[in-house]
């Protein structure tokens, strides 16, 4: 199920004791390999003397493209991770792209200090929930919550529903399988026309929204949602010879046909998050799918555009004048020479 899959493991002194090696054990057993990545090459104890175990790796030797999931475990272990700069580094440039992140029990402290949780779903331990809260996080008191790439648990306890959520994000399990079905130029003709539809949307619900910051934030998302489409309509007949494709946009699947003078903010942010979410599933899967490295990275891109997104709208501060959010991203993607397919 994960054979070829890499996860990091983060942790430093006084980690949980089962939280850092009971999920190493059941993903290696689903054939991923797994490293602990420490703050340096010293040998720990966990926080109940349970165990001792020196890390694979160190902070300062691994980049986020290294791994295909990152794990950070609760204990003791979070307050001394949260205030490497290094550290947090790693974990922000992680969450840049798109893969799964999961954070256990006082994991959550670390994505805290990297300034991650606003606008984000996810449990935690009962001692930091107002501290998630504080950071703008959506709470909520569950063994595993699932919010994209994001999987979160509250104790050791959550362990077994967590490997199972986490593995199964790592593997694209909980993704649509629509694009398995289709070839490469296919699959990339139906994200032109999600990428088409998102901006009409946006635009749309830009022009009956009453507040402001709301008005902004939507114009603002479908000046970006143009910026997709122009570059994979480009890409889509560079690919195909010179054959343009095909734009259908499905009303009912963005939800366009709802937009209405009398829609309300609620109900415009709602639908958006939902396509939003809707998209990057659909960019995840092909990342999963896809062989070519920048054909992978293209999407990776896409799916973590989408989910930050999704964040910013439940965020609305975050963009009050349609600004952006808290990374910015590269505006335009080189289709090598050779690059004849997606996949």
Not at 83 to 103: D, K, M, S, Y
Not at 257 to 269: F, R
Not at 318 to 323: I, K, L, R, V
Request: glycine residues 8%; aromatic residues 8%.
């Amino acid at each position: 199920m994960l054979k070829d899959k890499r996860i990091a493991i983060l942790i430093g002194p006084q980690f949980h004791d089962e939280e850092a090696t009971l999920p190493k054990e059941y993903l290696q057993k689903l054939g991923a390999q797994v490293d602990w990545v420490g703050l340096d090459r010293s040998t720990l104890t966990g926080k109940y003397n349970r165990v001792t175990l020196t890390p694979d790796k160190t902070i300062d030797q691994v980049r986020a493209s290294d791994y295909d999931g990152l794990i950070i475990p609760g204990g003791g272990a979070p307050e001394r991770i949260r205030v490497n700069e290094t550290a947090l580094a790693l974990v922000i440039a992680f969450w840049q792209t798109g893969r799964p992140v999961g954070a256990i029990c006082h994991g959550a402290q670390v994505l805290i200090s990297a300034g991650l949780l606003e606008g984000v779903t996810t449990t935690c331990y009962v001692g930091i929930r107002d501290d998630v809260k504080l950071a703008g996080a959506h709470y909520v008191d569950q063994e595993v919550c699932v919010d994209g790439p994001y999987i979160s648990s509250r104790k050791p306890e959550d362990l077994p529903a967590f490997n199972k959520a986490f593995s199964e994000a790592v593997a694209g399990l909980h993704l649509r399988t629509e694009v398995a079905d289709l070839d490469p130029l296919a699959s990339l003709q139906l994200a032109i026309s999600r990428e088409k539809g998102a901006m009409e949307f946006y635009r749309s619900a830009a022009a009956v929204m009453k507040q402001e910051k709301i008005r902004n934030k939507f114009s603002y998302f479908s000046a970006i949602e143009q910026g997709h489409f122009d570059q994979l309509f480009e890409l889509y007949v560079k690919l195909s010879g010179g054959r343009e494709p095909a734009v259908i946009v499905s009303a009912q699947e963005i939800g366009s046909h709802q937009v209405s003078p009398d829609l309300s903010s609620e109900e415009a942010i709602r639908l958006a998050m939902q396509a939003e979410e809707k998209a990057y599933q659909y960019y995840r899967q092909a990342a999963l799918k896809a062989r070519h490295p920048k054909a992978k990275e293209m999407f990776e891109y896409l799916a973590a555009e989408e989910i930050e997104h999704k964040r910013l709208l439940s965020v609305d501060r975050s963009t009050a004048a349609g600004g952006q959010g808290h990374f910015q991203w590269a505006t335009h993607w080189d289709v090598p020479p050779g690059m004849e397919d997606l996949w």
